[in-house]
């Protein structure tokens, strides 16, 4: 799958071999777990109507082949600005996070580009292809349900997965806001901070669509690495850009 990287993130074009064997791996599994599921409620439906009776476990089965499928299946779009921590979680599940720009309809042209089933947020819009093309709150909520009861866990208990990676973020006025490539001290900073970081943290910068401002952020495994790193990208926004 393709997509926006920031900070050292793999892009979707550069699947190895291994990865192409994985996608087939993981879409085998995907559709028998949907058609089994189908079967099962397919079941269930013929004992319910046409024998006044039902399949006790069909219900659990299925709730839980789902929490597989979401974990295999498992296409992410989010935004540029999320926290690692739901990348780490991601792929630790088994799946890929792909970053759009900000905004729900980036999220969901991504999604329907690459094929994805979950894409959201961090304001808390979260959509499920499954449900409709837009983020639906009542919908994320009884899929955290399903969750719940499929593991047999309280939801205190399953957020622990996600551990949030330290991150600042602030912006500086600018007099103009010409492209970041163009700004040498800034593009310098990021492209020595993206190589410091690597994968266990990212760099985000961009120009406010409203405001003056060029907004910055910086997210790393440490406070005092990413203290250390936003005060060094500041200062070479300040040079380039400052009023």
Same mark, same amino acid.
């Given at each position: 799958?393709?997509?926006?990287?920031?900070?050292?993130?793999?892009?979707?074009?550069?699947h190895?071999?291994g990865?192409?064997?994985?996608?087939?791996?993981e879409e085998?599994?995907?559709?028998?777990?949907?058609?089994?599921?189908?079967?099962?409620?397919?079941?269930?439906?013929?004992?319910?109507?046409?024998?006044?009776?039902?399949?006790?476990?069909a219900?659990?089965?299925?709730?839980f082949?789902f929490?597989?499928?979401?974990?295999?299946?498992?296409?992410?779009a989010?935004?540029?600005?999320?926290?690692?921590?739901?990348?780490?979680?991601?792929?630790?599940?088994g799946?890929?996070?792909?970053?759009t720009?900000?905004g729900?309809r980036?999220v969901?042209?991504?999604m329907?580009e690459?094929?994805?089933?979950?894409?959201?947020?961090?304001?808390?819009?979260?959509?499920?292809?499954?449900?409709?093309p837009?983020?639906?709150?009542?919908?994320?909520?009884?899929?955290?349900?399903?969750?719940?009861l499929?593991?047999?866990?309280? @939801? =205190? %208990?399953?957020?622990?997965? /996600?551990?949030?990676?330290?991150q600042? *973020? $602030?912006?500086i006025? +600018?007099?103009?806001?010409?492209?970041v490539?163009?700004?040498?001290e @800034? =593009? %310098?900073?990021?492209?020595? /901070?993206?190589?410091?970081l690597?994968? *266990? $943290?990212?760099?985000? +910068?961009?120009y406010?669509?409203?405001?003056?401002?060029?907004?910055l @952020?910086? %997210?790393?495994?440490?406070?005092?690495?990413?203290?250390?790193?936003?005060?060094?990208?500041?200062?070479?926004?300040?040079?380039?850009?400052?009023?």
């Open positions: 799958m393709g997509g926006q990287t920031m900070a050292g993130h793999t892009t979707a074009g550069d190895s071999g990865g192409s064997f994985i996608d087939s791996l085998t599994l995907i559709a028998a777990l949907l058609g089994m599921m189908t079967l099962i409620t397919f079941a269930n439906v013929v004992a319910r109507y046409g024998f006044n009776s039902n399949i006790l476990w219900l659990e089965l299925t709730v082949m929490g597989w499928l979401v974990l295999l299946g498992a296409s992410y989010v935004k540029k600005s999320t926290h690692l921590g739901v990348d780490a979680v991601i792929r630790k599940s799946g890929r996070v792909l970053r720009d900000i729900d980036y969901a042209e991504k329907r690459v094929g994805a089933t979950l894409g959201g947020e961090s304001s808390g819009h979260i959509i499920c292809d499954e449900i409709g837009t983020g639906d709150g009542l919908g994320a909520a009884l899929k955290v349900l399903q969750v719940m499929a593991s047999a866990r309280p @939801l =205190s %208990e399953l957020r622990q997965v /996600l551990k949030k990676f330290p600042k *973020s $602030g912006a006025k +600018v007099a103009r806001k010409p492209p490539p163009d700004c040498p @800034l =593009s %310098e900073a990021m492209a020595d /901070l993206e190589r410091e690597g994968e *266990s $943290g990212r760099v985000l +910068v961009r406010s669509g409203t405001e003056p401002k060029l907004r @952020l910086v %997210e790393g495994p440490s406070e005092a690495l990413v203290e250390d790193a936003y005060q060094k990208l500041s200062d070479a926004a300040e040079k380039d850009l400052a009023t």
